[in-house]
């Protein structure tokens, strides 16, 4: 087969006998013709051979440049079908002869030793007599890997042709051009379903995309790239003419990849193009540029305005290294400059020989657009690709995690069973799960008990992988019967079901099973909050997902307004089952917050956050447009910020999960008019609440809620704080009636004299932070916010902590350490987790104590056997999930750039009794891996692209007495962002002789990692954030209030 090819493509190339040419044109509208610059020619008797050609220039500095060539081979078959209205013309093309060229790979010495072979990579005019000679192997028509001494070395056997994609290009193609030039359509067989193949073939047609009304100096057209708006310019020659067009940015109406994937606002673009047509109207040439820049002009995400002072300011002998560390963007690499051109080579005459090959009448055409396709996993395809090619022997790697007690050798594993599940492949017997697994089975049960941190690594590794097999295994360590394990290790690997993307129902009915037997078991909240978030998941059917609902909501009704932190609890639970609740629910929960809300606040507070994912049910805008118009300041600042949360996972949930936006993010309804009505009213009822209105509307994706916030800023003062220096690279709203700007880091001075900010509204509400003082006469806390890692690519860090005492002679304390974390890369802003852990004592001599996790909008607890005694407990949690960053395709080049996003926590409560004083110790660390990779791909021969790898991580330690004294230290472990470029090169290899078989494979990565492009804290850093302050004041009230358990966990 491969031999008739070459015959069809020489009698291409070089002609036939055969009958003069006939002539004939398009047909052009009445009136039409003296404006167009040509009118196209239609000769269906002859073959027009174009030689097509691009450079592109990859990641800025790094100076990656690939060249691509091929054949189009392109005939005109007369006048276009009627529906495309009488004025086209329909053309067959036909590609062949692709080859794809680095062209500045770095060199490695030991590599490039034989300077023949050097001469013959300078010479390639005679590409066959080298395949012959066996001095030069193709892989892609790149050099291979070659021996010192002149030796020849032992490859693979190579596919002996010199192009070896051709047998994928073979299948022809049909395109449609309307009389103005524009083309129309693609028509692509329907057998040929290779999206990277299809976005090839289009460039050839697109390089012909134009217009030829010389009176349209402005129109909207159709790119592989998208559909935008080009400038025109016309030269209308003798022999030649030619039309030039422009468009940039700007001009774009619609990226061909979803919206979700692409930021147009921080993307930029520069092109210009040309095509040259003969006077008899054939189109004879063309060449074009075009400029990419990605990643810019990223504004404040996560920002707010605040409408009070009380802020610390920054410690002028502060000598942190990640406030004086220079900045890096890491988006002046993210570039990509391409060329190309086409010109026209041979005419040869049409025969029934080359026709069976280059024009093929009897296949099923279907439409394609020029636009270029988009495969929605392709990055999560290609990076599996490379994860499973460096991961070598996996028995090996876990081999090495269990003796060396190392989490990072899993980093690798665990991204692979992240994609394979997403990409459904985690049931399959050849999937890296079942690997993993087989490995666990191994693994002595009684032995994790004792080795616990090596083997809740594996365990979680279990749980994101997922499958049945996984599932079995875990559920082996959950079943009373069966487990070796203590209760504080299966609630770990509880909290890891939670991350479980695809569970059965199977695990959802043995929990069930579990938690009907031993309800008072100090499991049975842990067991509760996980049976939630896997009923929650769409794997789970309709009538096993009811029965989890019916058995909260027998509990819910159950529960009377006195046992408000039961209530609070199902609520919870309630909140994890997401967007699934029924309306019997919704109205259950919205009935028990109205009623028991009126003597215990929180579970009002807890209604409202528990409906957050179904915020735009009809019943539950109801419910919060009556509690912002009816209640207190309190209730409306949840209300408000549980909108504002919901917001926030919508927007994640569109480039993680591809979820349609919906409300509140888009639209403008009612309670949307009375957030905009009383921010620019800001009357006495809504002043408390200003900021968090400001927020709700600069979150919101609405024109109108632009409006309304930019009439807002004509009456009320609202400072803009540029990015500088001395406020630690952060950009920010910073709206203040006094117009004073103060920065914000971890020193301070006078922690216990701040007025409530909204800023810290993430940590504590003004609620909650009015009762902690009026409560506790004897108290100390601070708020404080810290941001590490670079412009582009950093976590922010919220903490705040807590210690009160009713009086000097009172049993009555709390002690309270909350911990938020969100992540930033580029515009894409996510959330890290939060961790929140208090100890409470009333004055009935109740104690509570809760330690908290809330992960991807999901509430995990860490329970406790005996609340009244003090313990020791460690807790880790880590997520991982991928986010699509940008998917464009610029000529030849399929650019995507994406991160696989790993946010981890790790946790240490310590909890020590000695008299009357009770000391609460907590040291969360957070930690931020990101591996956001930027690839091109080049007609699947060859890939280019950066890594960029980012280790940044944080801790505070806390610690709380009962007498009541605060204090806390801070710091880091080494932290780095490094870039790294790297190329492919994809051979065909001919592994079994006869009959013949081949495959594909990809050769190993080319790097070069340019030292300029890195940014590194090198050394560990611990500082005093506070150092052990008591209280020295006394403040009496005249009443006491109730109790506020913390247990709003919003952010």
Same mark, same amino acid.
């Given at each position: 087969?491969?031999?008739?090819?070459?015959?069809?493509?020489?009698?291409?190339?070089?002609?036939?006998?055969?009958?003069?040419?006939?002539?004939?044109?398009?047909?052009?509208?009445?009136?039409?013709?003296?404006?167009?610059?040509?009118?196209?020619?239609?000769?269906?008797?002859?073959?027009?051979?174009?030689?097509?050609?691009?450079?592109?220039?990859?990641?800025?500095?790094?100076?990656?440049?690939?060249?691509?060539? *091929?054949?189009?081979?392109?005939? *005109?078959?007369?006048?276009?079908?009627?529906?495309?209205?009488?004025?086209?013309?329909?053309?067959?093309?036909?590609?062949?002869?692709?080859?794809?060229?680095?062209?500045?790979?770095?060199?490695?010495?030991?590599?490039?030793?034989?300077?023949?072979?050097?001469?013959?990579?300078?010479?390639?005019?005679?590409?066959?007599?080298?395949?012959?000679?066996?001095?030069?192997?193709?892989?892609?028509?790149?050099?291979?890997?070659?021996?010192?001494?002149?030796?020849?070395?032992?490859?693979?056997?190579?596919?002996?042709?010199? &192009?070896?994609?051709?047998?994928?290009?073979?299948?022809?193609?049909?395109?449609?051009?309307?009389?103005?030039?524009?083309?129309?359509?693609?028509?692509?067989?329907?057998?040929?379903?290779?999206?990277?193949?299809?976005?090839?073939?289009?460039?050839?047609?697109?390089?012909?995309?134009?217009?030829?009304?010389?009176?349209?100096?402005?129109?909207?057209?159709?790119?592989?790239?998208?559909?935008?708006?080009?400038?025109?310019?016309?030269?209308?020659?003798?022999?030649?003419?030619?039309?030039?067009?422009?468009?940039?940015?700007?001009?774009?109406?619609?990226? %061909?990849?979803?919206?979700?994937?692409?930021?147009?606002?921080?993307?930029?673009?520069?092109?210009?193009?040309?095509?040259?047509?003969?006077?008899?109207?054939?189109?004879?040439?063309?060449?074009?540029?075009?400029?990419?820049?990605?990643?810019?002009?990223?504004?404040?995400?996560?920002?707010?305005?605040?409408?009070?002072?009380?802020?610390?300011?920054?410690?002028?002998?502060?000598?942190?290294?990640?406030?004086?560390?220079?900045?890096?963007?890491?988006?002046?690499?993210?570039?990509?400059?391409?060329?190309?051109?086409?010109?026209?080579?041979?005419? %040869?005459?049409?025969?029934?020989?080359?026709?069976?090959?280059?024009?093929?009448?009897?296949?099923?055409?279907?439409?394609?657009?020029?636009?270029?396709?988009?495969?929605?996993?392709?990055?999560?395809?290609?990076?599996?690709?490379?994860?499973?090619?460096?991961?070598?022997?996996?028995?090996?790697?876990?081999?090495?995690?269990?003796?060396?007690?190392?989490?990072?050798?899993?980093?690798?594993?665990?991204?692979?069973?992240?994609?394979?599940?997403?990409?459904?492949?985690?049931?399959?017997?050849?999937?890296?799960?079942?690997?993993? %697994?087989?490995?666990?089975?191994?693994?002595?049960?009684?032995?994790?008990?004792?080795?616990?941190?090596?083997?809740?690594?594996?365990?979680?590794?279990?749980?994101?992988?997922?499958?049945?097999?996984?599932?079995?295994?875990?559920?082996?360590?959950?079943?009373?019967?069966?487990?070796?394990?203590?209760?504080?290790?299966?609630?770990?690997?509880?909290?890891?079901?939670?991350?479980?993307?695809?569970?059965?129902?199977?695990?959802?009915?043995?929990?069930?099973?579990?938690?009907?037997?031993?309800?008072?078991?100090?499991?049975?909240?842990?067991?509760?909050?996980?049976?939630?978030?896997?009923?929650?998941?769409?794997?789970?059917?309709?009538?096993?997902?009811?029965?989890?609902?019916?058995?909260?909501?027998?509990?819910?009704?159950?529960?009377?307004?006195?046992?408000?932190?039961?209530?609070?609890?199902?609520?919870? %639970?309630?909140?994890?089952?997401?967007?699934?609740?029924?309306?019997?629910?919704?109205?259950?929960?919205?009935?028990?917050?109205?009623?028991?809300?009126?003597?215990?606040?929180?579970?009002?507070?807890?209604?409202?956050?528990?409906?957050?994912?179904?915020?735009?049910?009809?019943?539950?805008?109801?419910y919060y447009r009556q509690s912002l118009l009816d209640e207190d300041c309190d209730i409306k600042a949840?209300?408000?910020?549980?909108?504002?949360?919901?917001?926030?996972?919508?927007?994640?949930?569109? &480039?993680?999960?591809?979820?349609?936006?919906?409300?509140?993010?888009?639209?403008?309804?009612?309670?949307?008019?009375?957030?905009?009505?009383?921010?620019?009213?800001?009357?006495?009822?809504?002043?408390?609440?200003?900021?968090?209105?400001?927020? &709700?509307?600069?979150?919101?994706?609405?024109?109108?809620?632009?409006?309304?916030?930019?009439?807002?800023?004509?009456?009320?003062?609202?400072?803009?704080?540029?990015?500088?220096?001395?406020?630690?690279?952060?950009?920010?709203?910073?709206?203040?009636?006094?117009?004073?700007?103060?920065?914000?880091?971890?020193?301070?001075?006078?922690?216990?004299?701040?007025?409530?900010?909204?800023?810290?509204?993430?940590?504590?509400?003004?609620?909650?932070?009015?009762?902690?003082?009026?409560?506790?006469?004897?108290?100390?806390?601070?708020?404080?916010?810290?941001?590490?890692?670079?412009?582009?690519?950093?976590?922010?860090?919220?903490?705040?902590?807590?210690?009160?005492?009713?009086?000097?002679?009172?049993?009555?304390?709390?002690?309270?350490?909350?911990?938020?974390?969100?992540?930033?890369?580029?515009?894409?802003?996510?959330?890290?987790?939060?961790?929140?852990?208090?100890?409470?004592?009333?004055?009935?001599?109740?104690?509570?104590?809760?330690?908290?996790?809330?992960?991807?909008? @999901?509430?995990?607890?860490?329970?406790?056997?005996?609340?009244?005694?003090?313990?020791?407990?460690?807790?880790?949690?880590?997520?991982?999930?991928?986010i699509p960053i940008y998917k464009i395709t610029i000529y030849i080049a399929s650019i995507d750039i994406?991160?696989?996003?790993?946010?981890?926590?790790?946790?240490?409560?310590?909890?020590?009794?000695?008299?009357?004083?009770?000391?609460? @110790?907590?040291?969360?660390?957070?930690?931020?891996?990101?591996?956001?990779?930027?690839?091109?791909?080049?007609?699947?021969?060859?890939?280019?692209?950066?890594?960029?790898?980012?280790?940044?991580?944080?801790?505070?330690?806390?610690?709380?007495?009962?007498?009541? *004294?605060?204090?806390?230290?801070?710091?880091?472990?080494?932290?780095?962002?490094?870039?790294?470029?790297?190329?492919?090169?994809?051979?065909?290899?001919?592994?079994?002789?006869?009959?013949?078989?081949?495959?594909?494979?990809?050769?190993?990565?080319?790097? &070069?990692?340019?030292?300029?492009?890195?940014?590194?804290?090198?050394?560990?850093?611990?500082?005093?954030?506070?150092?052990?302050? *008591?209280?020295?004041?006394?403040?009496?009230?005249?009443?006491?209030?109730?109790?506020?358990?913390?247990?709003?966990?919003?952010?």
């Open positions: 087969m491969q031999f008739v090819h070459i015959l069809a493509v020489l009698a291409i190339l070089f002609g036939r006998q055969g009958g003069d040419a006939v002539d004939t044109y398009v047909n052009v509208p009445s009136g039409a013709l003296p404006n167009l610059v040509t009118r196209l020619r239609c000769a269906t008797s002859e073959t027009l051979l174009y030689k097509y050609e691009t450079t592109t220039q990859l990641w800025g500095t790094s100076n990656q440049q690939f060249r691509t060539r *091929c054949d189009a081979h392109i005939t *005109c078959l007369g006048a276009a079908p009627a529906s495309y209205g009488g004025n086209a013309l329909l053309f067959n093309a036909f590609i062949n002869h692709v080859e794809v060229t680095p062209l500045n790979a770095p060199r490695n010495p030991q590599d490039y030793v034989n300077p023949d072979l050097d001469q013959l990579d300078e010479d390639r005019t005679d590409l066959l007599s080298k395949l012959s000679s066996g001095l030069y192997v193709p892989l892609a028509i790149t050099r291979g890997k070659r021996q010192t001494g002149g030796v020849r070395p032992q490859l693979p056997a190579v596919v002996d042709e010199p &192009y070896p994609l051709d047998d994928d290009m073979a299948t022809p193609y049909q395109f449609v051009q309307n009389y103005d030039g524009n083309i129309v359509d693609i028509l692509y067989a329907a057998a040929d379903t290779d999206i990277e193949i299809r976005n090839f073939k289009r460039n050839p047609v697109a390089a012909r995309n134009t217009e030829l009304n010389q009176r349209t100096n402005k129109a909207q057209t159709n790119g592989i790239t998208g559909q935008h708006t080009a400038t025109f310019s016309f030269n209308r020659g003798r022999s030649a003419s030619t039309v030039s067009k422009a468009y940039a940015s700007k001009d774009f109406t619609q990226f %061909a990849a979803p919206s979700a994937t692409n930021d147009a606002a921080t993307t930029q673009i520069d092109a210009q193009e040309t095509q040259t047509f003969s006077a008899d109207g054939d189109f004879t040439s063309a060449s074009g540029r075009l400029s990419a820049r990605f990643g810019l002009d990223i504004g404040g995400s996560g920002g707010a305005a605040t409408f009070s002072s009380g802020r610390p300011a920054l410690d002028p002998d502060d000598e942190d290294p990640v406030l004086r560390t220079a900045d890096v963007d890491i988006a002046d690499d993210l570039t990509a400059d391409a060329t190309f051109q086409m010109s026209l080579s041979t005419r %040869a005459k049409r025969s029934a020989e080359t026709d069976d090959i280059a024009v093929r009448n009897d296949l099923d055409y279907v439409s394609g657009g020029l636009m270029a396709e988009y495969d929605r996993d392709s990055g999560k395809k290609n990076q599996l690709e490379i994860l499973l090619q460096s991961i070598g022997n996996v028995y090996d790697t876990l081999n090495q995690f269990v003796t060396r007690k190392s989490p990072s050798k899993l980093t690798t594993l665990k991204d692979i069973v992240r994609i394979e599940n997403e990409l459904d492949r985690e049931n399959k017997q050849s999937s890296m799960i079942f690997k993993v %697994a087989n490995f666990v089975k191994k693994v002595n049960a009684r032995n994790c008990r004792d080795e616990w941190t090596t083997c809740s690594e594996l365990y979680q590794l279990l749980a994101l992988g997922g499958g049945s097999v996984a599932e079995r295994l875990l559920v082996e360590r959950l079943d009373p019967v069966l487990t070796q394990l203590t209760e504080d290790q299966q609630a770990d690997v509880l909290n890891y079901i939670t991350s479980m993307p695809k569970p059965s129902s199977y695990i959802l009915y043995f929990m069930k099973r579990i938690y009907n037997s031993e309800k008072t078991s100090t499991l049975s909240p842990t067991i509760r909050l996980t049976m939630a978030s896997v009923a929650s998941r769409d794997t789970i059917p309709e009538e096993v997902r009811a029965s989890v609902s019916d058995l909260l909501l027998s509990e819910l009704q159950e529960s009377s307004c006195e046992q408000a932190d039961a209530i609070i609890d199902v609520l919870q %639970a309630v909140g994890n089952l997401g967007d699934t609740l029924s309306d019997r629910m919704i109205d259950d929960v919205i009935a028990k917050g109205s009623v028991c809300g009126r003597t215990h606040e929180a579970v009002s507070q807890a209604s409202m956050y528990a409906l957050r994912d179904v915020s735009d049910d009809d019943a539950v805008q109801t949840a209300v408000i910020t549980t909108l504002i949360d919901r917001m926030f996972r919508i927007q994640e949930q569109q &480039y993680t999960e591809s979820v349609e936006s919906k409300w509140p993010l888009i639209g403008f309804n009612e309670i949307d008019e009375i957030v905009a009505t009383n921010l620019l009213n800001l009357t006495d009822e809504f002043t408390c609440i200003g900021e968090e209105l400001y927020r &709700y509307l600069e979150m919101k994706k609405n024109d109108k809620a632009v409006e309304i916030l930019e009439e807002f800023r004509k009456n009320y003062d609202v400072e803009e704080l540029l990015e500088d220096e001395e406020d630690d690279g952060e950009q920010n709203y910073n709206a203040t009636y006094s117009h004073e700007r103060q920065k914000r880091a971890w020193d301070h001075k006078t922690c216990s004299s701040w007025g409530h900010s909204t800023y810290y509204n993430i940590l504590q509400t003004s609620g909650e932070f009015s009762s902690d003082k009026n409560v506790y006469s004897k108290r100390r806390h601070c708020l404080a916010y810290k941001r590490v890692g670079v412009s582009k690519v950093n976590a922010k860090l919220y903490a705040g902590i807590f210690a009160g005492k009713q009086s000097a002679s009172s049993s009555q304390y709390k002690l309270f350490t909350k911990m938020v974390g969100k992540g930033q890369i580029f515009s894409k802003t996510f959330d890290i987790g939060t961790v929140l852990a208090y100890r409470i004592r009333s004055s009935l001599g109740i104690t509570y104590q809760r330690r908290y996790m809330v992960i991807a909008g @999901k509430v995990l607890l860490k329970p406790d056997t005996n609340s009244v005694a003090c313990n020791t407990r460690t807790w880790h949690y880590e997520r991982n999930f991928y994406g991160a696989q996003i790993r946010p981890r926590f790790e946790v240490n409560f310590i909890c020590k009794a000695k008299g009357s004083n009770t000391l609460l @110790k907590v040291q969360p660390k957070a930690i931020l891996r990101i591996a956001a990779s930027a690839q091109a791909s080049f007609a699947k021969l060859v890939r280019g692209g950066i890594t960029i790898g980012v280790n940044l991580n944080f801790f505070i330690e806390t610690i709380t007495e009962s007498i009541p *004294c605060i204090s806390g230290q801070y710091g880091y472990d080494p932290m780095t962002i490094s870039i790294e470029a790297w190329y492919q090169i994809r051979s065909k290899i001919k592994f079994q002789w006869w009959p013949p078989k081949f495959k594909w494979t990809w050769g190993s990565r080319k790097k &070069y990692s340019p030292s300029s492009l890195k940014w590194k804290i090198s050394s560990p850093y611990r500082r005093t954030w506070l150092s052990r302050r *008591c209280d020295v004041y006394r403040i009496n009230f005249p009443f006491n209030l109730s109790i506020r358990i913390p247990r709003r966990l919003f952010g």
